[in-house]
């Protein structure tokens, strides 16, 4: 075990049981040790040590906004992080994420819900200064991975549709207002089922203010490349208009305005992560990966569809 996995363990056991009492709990369970984190659970309480280039004063203010959204957010147990062999670390209950091992029982209404919600509430009404989404963020250092892996002939696609995107999506200039809350990187892996029931959204790396497009934007992209079904993507975007979610018009009327900047984005960012893993671990794409280093090949072909210059 790395030094920090032994005293992130140690930190989950402290925050699990936070009166001294013997530990009847089965063994610390590793949930994830990667670059940018580290999850352990211990017991009921999961604790995570974030990027190490994660700016303490953002993360503080998201804390503040996920425990002033409790009803939407997953709260943390603890109104700030502590500092832990060099990274910040935060507490938070333990819930059960969705299944992947059962497509069919996908929380797509509830996911959508959630974000609806989310990208509703008035940025005035949390707590300042809000930063922005990271979402592109993400995508560029994707692209940056992909380049600094090696070459790769299926790296030229990928290129080619990034630099179809505007500044913006590139995340080498300001998101188009209206800037609104956002999740930033939201996939079905980001959702638990706390113990009362309740389906919450995690990870707030990536929170605060931009296109809220964004957050439907893997899904979109999915089903563009064939890989979400027709009926799981339709599900999950009646659910968000029904909510009332702005990314999109409320009216029925064609969404992919809206959605085609973020979903190629994704795409791209997708596709630049398979090709660096592939180069790394050496060996060739797997089916899903050729999807979308395919559609990136598409894309790149025809210029994205006209973005609203005010409001959704």
């Not at 530990?23 to 009921?44: Q, W």
């Not at 974000?115 to 809000?130: D, G, I, V």
């Not at 505007?166 to 809350?181: G, I």
């Not at 797997?286 to 569809?305: N, Q, S, T, Y």
Request: hydrophobic content about 45%.
């Amino acid at each position: 075990m790395t030094a920090l996995l032994a005293v992130l363990t140690e930190e989950a056991g402290h925050a699990a049981h936070r009166a001294p009492r013997p530990c009847a709990c089965v063994p610390e369970v590793v949930l994830a040790d990667r670059d940018d984190a580290t999850v352990v659970r211990h017991g009921d309480t999961v604790a995570k040590a974030h990027a190490p280039d994660t700016d303490p004063v953002e993360l503080a203010v998201r804390l503040r906004v996920a425990a002033a959204l409790h009803g939407t957010l997953l709260p943390p147990l603890g109104a700030t992080a502590t500092p832990l062999h060099g990274r910040l670390v935060t507490c938070w209950e333990a819930g059960t994420p969705v299944d992947r091992d059962d497509p069919d029982a996908a929380p797509w209404e509830a996911a959508a819900t959630l974000l609806a919600r989310l990208h509703a509430t008035s940025p005035a009404e949390l707590p300042q200064p809000l930063p922005d989404m990271r979402g592109p963020a993400k995508a560029a250092r994707a692209m940056t991975r992909m380049r600094a892996a090696g070459p790769h002939p299926a790296a030229a696609p990928v290129e080619r549709a990034w630099a179809t995107l505007p500044a913006w999506a590139r995340a080498e200039a300001p998101a188009p207002l209206p800037k609104l809350l956002c999740h930033g990187d939201l996939h079905l892996g980001q959702l638990v089922r706390t113990p009362a029931g309740r389906w919450l959204l995690i990870d707030i790396d990536d929170l605060g203010l931009g296109d809220p497009a964004w957050d439907l934007a893997r899904p979109a992209a999915w089903y563009a490349c064939g890989l979400l079904a027709p009926d799981e993507w339709t599900r999950f975007l009646s659910a968000y208009r029904a909510a009332r979610g702005p990314a999109v018009p409320a009216d029925g009327t064609d969404p992919w305005p809206a959605l085609d900047v973020p979903a190629r984005a994704l795409t791209a960012q997708t596709a630049a992560l398979a090709v660096a893993k592939s180069v790394k671990e050496n060996r060739a794409l797997d089916e899903v990966e050729l999807a979308v280093v395919d559609a990136c090949d598409r894309m790149a072909a025809l210029p994205p569809e006209l973005e609203p210059t005010t409001t959704k």
